[in-house]
């Protein structure tokens, strides 16, 4: 299966601990895309990664969060001292990007990561 | 503030009928629109897109209408299936200028197609 590969599937974290999800992008994509969702919403934007480089993150909040890619293994969000607010489904896209790209930057979805924060 | 917006949170239609999802959006600089459908404990999976220079795109029971003038586009699926029911979400992403090809998505649309 070379599909997008989240893990893990369920979280539960107690208030002040830190949270880390995995995304192994689709065989053949190099970039990366963190959404969250929270209940009752749509999917918000948080941050686009190349290998070892971040190109957007002004959909990250300023505190708490970050998310890397390094050359060799998965793409790592992290949330430190997680609160309750950070209770939602976060979900890891994969694409080939948009250079030579001459239609829609189709992004493909893993399952995602629910994180429950108690 | 938001420039996807998808106003019916829900959608009930009869098995075999059509389905008519909408969608609005504010930011003349998106360059493509794009359907994607979820179901519950599942990634959204990608349905059908549509360039910004097009007014219709066609895929099996699927079509997408994009009218530039009104920033609106709809998502029309006939005929509808009991498989059919999900959560559907537009999205528009910007060109090579702007959010680097991530994609802003509205709330989604409950979908539910009766036997």
């Known amino acids: 299966n070379a599909g997008v590969m989240q893990n893990p599937r369920h979280l539960v974290r107690r208030r002040g601990q830190e949270a880390r999800l995995r995304c192994s992008p689709m065989k053949g994509h190099s970039h990366v895309y963190w959404y969250r969702q929270l209940p009752e919403e749509g999917l918000k934007f948080m941050v686009y990664l190349q290998k070892e480089n971040i190109i957007d993150e002004s959909g990250m909040p300023k505190e708490r969060f970050s998310a890397e890619f390094p050359k060799e293994g998965p793409s790592i969000l992290r949330i430190q001292q997680v609160v309750r607010g950070d209770s939602a489904a976060y979900f890891c896209?994969?694409?080939?990007?948009?250079?030579?790209?001459?239609?829609?930057?189709?992004?493909?979805f893993g399952a995602g990561s629910r994180l429950t924060v108690l | 503030d938001q420039q996807v917006k998808q106003n019916s949170p829900s959608l009930s239609v009869q098995e075999g009928r059509i389905s008519i999802l909408n969608c609005d959006y504010t930011n003349s600089m998106f360059d493509y629109f794009l359907w994607y459908k979820k179901y519950p404990a599942e990634g959204p999976t990608f349905l059908i897109s549509?360039?910004?220079?097009?007014d219709k795109n066609e895929d099996g029971r699927f079509t997408v209408f994009l009218n530039k003038s009104a920033k609106h586009l709809s998502l029309h699926i006939v005929p509808s299936q009991p498989g059919d029911s999900a959560v559907y979400f537009c999205?528009?992403?910007?060109?090579?200028?702007?959010?680097?090809?991530?994609?802003?998505f509205g709330k989604g649309t409950k979908l539910s197609v009766k036997p």
């Open positions: 549509i360039s910004s220079i097009k």
């Open positions: 896209a994969s694409s080939r990007g948009l250079a030579g790209l001459s239609g829609a930057n189709v992004l493909t």
């Open positions: 999205a528009a992403q910007e060109g090579y200028g702007g959010s680097q090809g991530n994609l802003i």
